[in-house]
């Protein structure tokens, strides 16, 4: 599929979903975000891990400003909800999403970021949320997501004053999970995508399901629920064709990777 605002295309198990607004920035219009809500509540049967990358040097510029007209309240609610339920269609949805960053990801931008399971930054990526600065809030999930990756005090520091995280403070901050030189990150996540989609998929529905939920809940639920998905996960054919191989030496030892 392609448009003027998204491309996907199937490599394998791996879906890789392409922003195509490099001319604006990859910024979130309400087009974009239907369109993403679109593709992810819609995946092919055999997609088993998705990528998000965005089209020249930057991933999300966030927000379209161009269409932040004056809205009432009610509006403004409404609009939010809307990104709510796009990005949860990518959070909540069947399979692991990796997000790969270069330059900006700000505003809007690391909101989708943020509801992607992994990110994989290159050296030329920042993270700002110009929100504070342009007198509004974040909208899309962002209160919620980017305090669980980088902390309440690093975002309200954002907000307030404009800081503008690089990608080597802010792989070490939490943002990313993988640094990788310019121009890689693209490659690096489909890797990334092309191996969890060889993992069981009650393994990889339990970390996009369950494990979000496990850590909301209370200690004592959390590990009920945890046993739940464990007894489920481990009777399934995948579970132990995958335990026989390792038993019979036909699978590989973990390792450091460099
Ligand atoms: C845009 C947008 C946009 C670029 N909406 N059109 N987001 C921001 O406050 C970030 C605003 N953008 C920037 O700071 C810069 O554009 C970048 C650092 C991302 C890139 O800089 P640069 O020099 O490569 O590009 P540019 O010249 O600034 O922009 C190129 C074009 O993209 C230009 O349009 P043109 O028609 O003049 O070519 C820009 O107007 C356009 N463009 N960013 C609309 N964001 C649910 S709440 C979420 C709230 C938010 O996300 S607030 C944060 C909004």
Known sequence: MTSDLLSTEIQRAVLVVRM?????????????????????????????????????????????????????????????????????????????????????????????????????????????????????????????????????????????????????????AGFAQYLVAAGTAQTKAIELAERIAQNAPLTNFALVQALPRIVEQAADHGLFTESLMAAIAQSSAEAKSLLHAFLEGRSARLREEG
């Open 20 to 172: 195509t607004r490099a001319q604006k920035r990859n910024a979130l219009s309400d087009g974009l975000m239907l369109a993403l809500r679109n593709c992810f509540e819609n995946l092919p049967e055999q997609v088993r891990a998705a990528v998000i990358v965005g089209d020249g040097e930057h991933f999300c510029a966030g927000l379209d400003l161009a269409e932040l007209r004056e809205r009432d309240a009610a509006q403004g609610m409404h609009h939010s909800r809307m990104w709510h339920t796009a990005l949860d269609a990518i959070a909540r949805g069947p399979v692991p999403v990796v997000a790969a960053l270069q330059g900006a990801v700000v505003g809007g931008g690391l909101e989708l970021a943020c509801a992607c399971h992994l990110r994989v930054a290159d050296e030329t990526t920042f993270y700002a949320l110009p929100e504070g600065s342009r007198g509004i809030f974040v909208g899309g999930g962002g209160s919620v997501r980017l305090p669980r990756l980088i902390g309440v005090a690093r975002m309200t520091d954002m907000m307030l004053t404009g800081r503008v995280y690089g990608a080597a403070e802010g792989e070490r």
